[in-house]
């Protein structure tokens, strides 16, 4: 079956630095989204990988090993705002988004 | 407009009744999509559509019905609500096969 794995919460300090993981295992793939979804809000992109390696968006930057099916999301400096929960999606063979149930991240002062 | 919007936002609805979430979007994507979203489930895709015309169906479509007569209206169909169809449901659209952009949600409650 396909599935997508990420930790379900995790805490980190204001002006720090978290890594959040998500490890899948799918049929295919076309690349790997990351979205951040404040509380009651949608859901809004934040990144896509398709090749190994890291992107660097600002703040946040974004790992791929597609051997080893594996990806992370960095935030750097974080901020009160980044208080959300962070979704990792695989594009598998058939073009679908196969979506992890996301991490929700607690900043704390 | 400018995006994907739904409505209504919210809605209480009695079991058994007929309801329709309405979205439409203005930047001319091919491909739309229609989630739920449960605490500790994640999004999970209900029905989509590649291009007008077409819909096919997604990881859990039971309940629900989809149309897509034009490129910018795809709504969602219950046709006789239950309480666990009770969810927040999440309409997006991409430009086939990239990145979806999501409209900001119906909170849909059946009691």
């Known amino acids: 079956g396909q599935n997508i794995d990420q930790p379900t919460e995790m805490t980190a300090t204001e002006g720090a630095i978290v890594q959040i993981n998500c490890t899948y295992q799918?049929?295919?793939?076309?690349?790997l989204f990351w979205y951040q979804q404040h509380a009651g809000e949608a859901p809004t992109f934040l990144s896509y990988?398709?090749l190994d390696g890291l992107e660097e968006k600002g703040r946040f930057s974004s790992f791929l090993s597609r051997s080893k099916g594996y990806s992370y999301l960095l935030l750097k400096e974080l901020q009160m705002k980044d208080s959300a929960s962070y979704l990792c999606?695989?594009?598998?063979?058939?073009?679908?988004?196969?979506w992890g149930a996301g991490t929700k991240l607690i900043i704390k002062p | 407009i400018a995006g994907i919007t739904q409505a209504p936002t919210s809605q209480i609805l009695a079991a058994g009744r007929r309801m329709t979430l309405r979205c439409t979007q203005d930047?001319?994507?091919?491909?739309m999509y229609w989630y739920r979203q449960d605490l500790g489930l994640g999004l999970r895709l209900i029905h989509y559509?590649?291009?007008?015309?077409?819909?096919g169906k997604g990881e859990v479509p039971d309940g629900y019905s989809v149309s897509r007569a034009n490129t910018d209206d795809f709504p969602l169909t219950l046709a006789s609500a239950v309480p666990s169809q009770t969810s927040v449901y999440f309409c997006?659209?991409?430009?086939?096969?990239?990145?979806?952009?999501f409209g900001p949600g119906t909170r849909l409650t059946v009691l």
């Open positions: 990988n398709v």
């Open positions: 930047m001319r994507h091919n491909a």
């Open positions: 999606a695989v594009t598998d063979s058939n073009y679908q988004l196969i």
């Open positions: 997006a659209s991409s430009a086939e096969p990239n990145t979806q952009y």
């Open positions: 799918t049929s295919g793939f076309n690349g």
């Open positions: 559509s590649n291009t007008a015309g077409t819909t």
